[in-house]
């Protein structure tokens, strides 16, 4: 029983030794996305508390 072209080159992919590599840079940047998103998420609410108090203030 022959394997389907897509099963064997999963199969060449796993066994080929650049393979660790490329999951190994994959999981960095991973974790470098997950946090300049979180960075970005902390730097939009404090930007946003900030320009709200400006508001306030302005406005009193």
Known sequence: MSQRPFLRSIKR?????????????????SLIIVTAAAGISVLVAETSNSLSNSSDAIAN
């Open 13 to 29: 992919f796993l066994l080929e030794e650049d393979g660790p590599t490329a999951v190994e840079y994959a999981v960095m940047l």
